[in-house]
């Protein structure tokens, strides 16, 4: 069953919001290429969480070892925050959940490691704009499927391939809730229909090459099958009747 939130609720789930979205600008800002690593991410992502009078929501969910996701170059999602310093050239994907008096809010970035090359950057803005292709569509009448349409149509048309294995989802109480599945690839018209209340995430992962992906050894770690860059953006939004509204936003 899908909970729609009310006004309060979708508040409660904004000030998580804005936690997520801070604690993603200082771990960007915190990046020295050669020096630092995503376990030092990891810290700083658990300082500003902790100050807030929250808890991350991937700490031990489901077993995961770490407060966030950091996913390096070729690594899709789910990247197991270490001590391998980030090096010039590369980019990161920073993925933080939040729970704070009782609601979750979820968003990620991909960005650069100080220079980066123009194919890299040009794959960080467009799935930077696919996902804001998408936020548009989210509006009360339409469906899950016109928002999957709309990512899918501006990736693919840019020449990247969308991820079929990894979606969107529900959000709210729980970190995962109803509906359970938010695609970056579908059809418009068809899926749930988009309510008052509703709270959800999307997140485009777009590949430059094919859109098939492997999983690591550790069961978590997720990362393009054939070795080309994949960048993922997302942020946790509410449909309400003025249009869609960000919630992982300072």
Known sequence: MIMLKSR?????MRAAGRVVARALREMSEGIVPGKTSPADLDAIAVRIVEEAGGTPSFL????????????????VIHGIPDKTALQEG??????????LDGWHADGAQTVPVGKISPEAQRLLNVTQEALAQGIAKARIGNRIGDISAAVQ?????????????????GIGRKLHE???AVPNFG????????????????????NQGVYQISTD????????????????????VAITRDGPEILTKE
């Open 8 to 12: 309060a609720e979708i508040e409660k």
């Open 153 to 169: 149509r501006y990736a693919e048309s840019n020449g990247y391939s969308v991820v079929r294995d990894l979606v969107g989802h």
């Open 178 to 180: 109803e509906p359970q």
């Open 60 to 75: 031990h969910y489901r077993g995961y070892p770490a407060a966030t996701c950091i996913s390096v170059n070729e690594v």
């Open 217 to 236: 050894p550790d069961g978590w770690t997720m990362r393009t099958a054939d070795g080309k860059l994949s960048a993922h953006f997302e942020h946790t």
């Open 90 to 99: 590369d980019i990161v994907d920073l993925d933080l959940g939040v729970h």
């Open 187 to 206: 059809k418009p018209g068809r899926g749930e229909p988009l309510r008052e209340g509703m709270t959800i995430c999307i997140e485009p992962m777009i």
